[in-house]
């Protein structure tokens, strides 16, 4: 029976029970893909984040997400709580390399007394999507998609995002894309809500992959190259949000709520 370490960490979160939920797993070796299904579907997160030493010496470690469903291509919050795991095991480094599937090598390392995640600055072109307004139930001020499937929603003030009560059944018939809403936010820059029924999250809790597609766009609007940002999910969390070339850095806290072993 495998027995491996295991920790189920808050992302983007400065206290327990905050930010968004991710299981970060050590293993040796990849087992089959099905088993990894069947451990997101077990730990039912949003996220569960599987990593193995990397052997080629392009980075530290493989780096794999998974949803209660299946792989996903991009996980920013899964991302942070491996790195907070991994530099919590050895304080004297600085940072953590990771060579993923298919979003390239992504890295972690201290930012003062938080921890900043590097990912790609995913861009966006305007778009027209009426089923997906549909779904979402307000009409937006602005509508961009990347064909990646990041869909961005644009509206004029918070309230109109914090109201929205959208359908799942009719955004997750649209296929596991991702549906991020925002506008100027109240005590951040930018607020946010992010649904992706069709993989299985009718709403996520706070999404780094969402804000790698916001902060190319925040920034060019608010004509900075820094922001802050709350996600207003019933959870909640606050980013620090930079562009730097064609990398988003994402900066927060994270905390560890459970460490033990997982068996299968």
């Known amino acids: 029976m495998p027995d491996v370490p295991y920790w189920h960490v808050d992302a983007f979160a400065a206290e327990p029970f905050t930010g968004n939920q991710a299981a ?10 099905g088993v990894l ?11 569960t984040a599987f ?24 996980c920013g919050h899964a991302t942070l709580a491996s790195g907070h795991v991994l530099l919590g095991l050895e304080p004297a480094r600085e940072s953590v390399r ?14 003062g007394a938080l921890l900043e995640v590097g990912l790609p600055a995913i861009a966006t072109q305007p ?16 509508i961009r998609r990347n064909a990646d499937g990041y869909n961005l929603f644009v509206y004029r003030n918070a309230g109109e995002v914090l109201a929205m009560t959208p359908d799942f059944g009719a955004l997750a018939a649209l296929g596991d894309d991702s549906f991020t809403v925002t506008a100027p936010g109240r005590e951040t820059d930018v607020v946010s809500r992010v649904f992706v029924p069709g993989a299985g999250i009718d709403e996520d809790s706070v999404t780094g992959s969402a804000h790698s597609v916001l902060t190319p766009y ?15 999910s019933a959870r909640g969390g606050h980013l620090e949000c930079r562009i730097d070339g064609d990398r988003v850095w994402l900066a927060g806290a994270s905390v560890t709520i459970v460490e033990g072993r997982f068996r299968w």
């Open 37 to 47: 299904r069947r451990i997101g579907n077990e730990n039912n997160f949003a996220e």
């Open 218 to 232: 925040w920034t060019q609007r608010l004509g900075r190259k820094t922001f802050t940002a709350h996600q207003a």
């Open 24 to 33: 970060v797993m050590i293993l040796e070796t990849w087992p089959e893909d």
């Open 98 to 111: 990771f060579r993923t599937r298919k979003a390239g090598v992504l890295e972690v390392r201290r930012a």
């Open 127 to 142: 778009a027209s999507l009426p089923e997906a307004v549909a779904a979402l139930g307000t009409e937006p001020a602005e």
């Open 51 to 74: 990593l193995v030493r990397d052997a080629s010496g392009e980075t530290d470690w493989e780096l794999r997400w998974f949803t209660p469903v299946d792989e996903i291509r991009l």
